[in-house]
Each structure stands twice: as C-alpha cells, then as structure tokens.
Antibody, heavy 123, light 106 residues
C-alpha cells in the first residue's frame, strides 16, 4: 500500500535551518508530484510547496517563498523540504502528501498523506 | 486571491442525525474541490474529490455537492467515528484550504 513517512522535525532556534524528509513506498514515486502541507498547533491546514514528478518545476506559498526549498530524489523515493531562516510562525506539523495526478504539472487533490513531523521554532 | 470559507466553525450533532457542512469560494473554482476528514493526532484523509466523487473506501453516508462557489458535504447519519474536523480544499488554482468545521457530539 502507499506509504509516506516524514522525518527530520525537531526544535530549532529562530533564524535556524532544518531539513525534512519524506520516504515514499508502494507507488511509482517518480510519476507523481508531491506536496508539503503544514498545520500550526490547533490551527487549520496550509499548503507549503509542490514539486513536479520530475523535479523540473517547484511552487511555493508566499509565506515561505525564498526561505524554503522543496526537492526530490527519485532514485531514493524521497521528498525533501529545506527550511532556512525559520520563524516562530513556522512552528507546525509538516505533512508530505502525494498529488493524485499522474505526470501532472498542476496541483490536484492529495491522497494519501504522511503522519507528519513536528517542527518547533523557539529560543 | 481566492478565499475559502467554511461554515459553521463547529457543528453539534447527535449520533444518527444528518450533518450538513458548507464551503464557499470567493470566486468560482468549478468542480475542483476536495473534502478531507481529520481526527485528533492523525493526518487528514481524503473523502471527496471533484466536488462529489467519493474516494476509495469512503462510506456512502458521505456525499458532496455543488460547483462554482458553493459546496456542501453531507453526512447522512452520523456514526461515532465521524466526529472529527472537516476541511475543504480548492485545486482550481494552487491549493487552498478552508478553515475547517469541527463536528462534535451533541
């Protein structure tokens, strides 16, 4: 079955960096776009970034543009999120999610989602 | 910029009753709308896509309707496992979620 497992979360000081990973299995990873979505404690869902199936195009929410970088290694079936210049408001559970579109260049709906990894930005 | 508004924020319903959740887009998103269910401590789960198509394994008591700017998720007879937070998401443009509706036990 399709499985997404995030890792790399933790506590980091404001201004610091962190890299999240999402290990994918149970599907042809290189054929699907992937997303990062976050959820601040007690709050709703916020889309963060999308990367095309082949990594050729990347898109970001305005709130993270210029600070976060999404990437993927199709040979390792792994998605990444490099987070720099972290702020308190970046504190959230970060989910990776599979886009349903096969070889799609645009975003569709998400299915499934990983279990999430918590990032806390605090001094 | 599109804004997605869900109402009500909280819905109190007795088991076995019908629940009707609303999602409104500030501009047309056609039928490019999905619904997700999220239980405490869990990741969201896809319920509905294309505004009205149930995802694989989703019970028939869940139904979606609407197009353009007005959408509805209906749970025909609430079961204990349905008490959760529900989010709508438009994908006509880059993804955007509504603020969520919490369905709680009355």
């Amino acid at each position: 079955q399709v499985q997404l497992v995030e890792s790399g979360g933790g506590v980091v000081q404001p201004g610091g960096s962190l890299r999240l990973s999402c290990a994918a299995s149970g599907f042809t990873f290189s054929s699907y776009g992937m997303h990062w979505v976050r959820q601040a404690p007690g709050k709703g869902l916020e889309w963060v970034a999308f990367i095309r199936y082949d990594g050729s195009n990347k898109y970001y929410a305005d709130s993270v543009k210029g600070r976060f970088t999404i990437s993927r290694d199709n040979s390792k079936n792994t998605l990444y999120l490099q987070m720099n210049s972290l702020r308190a408001e970046d504190t959230a559970v970060y989910y990776c999610a599979k886009d349903v579109g096969l070889y799609s260049s645009r975003s569709n709906w998400f299915d499934p989602w990983g279990q999430g990894t918590l990032v806390t930005v605090s001094s | 910029e599109i804004v997605m508004t869900q109402s009500p924020a909280t819905l109190s319903v007795s088991p076995g009753e019908r629940a009707t959740l609303s999602c409104r887009a500030s501009q047309s998103v056609s039928s490019n709308l999905a619904w997700y269910q999220q239980k405490p401590g869990q990741a969201p789960r896809l319920l509905i896509y294309g505004a009205s198509t149930r995802a694989t394994g989703i019970p028939a008591r869940f139904s979606g309707s609407g197009s353009g700017t007005e959408f509805t998720l209906t749970i025909s007879s609430l079961q204990s496992e349905d008490f959760a937070v529900y989010y709508c998401q438009q994908y006509n443009n880059w993804p955007l979620f509504g603020g969520g509706t919490k369905v709680e036990i009355k």
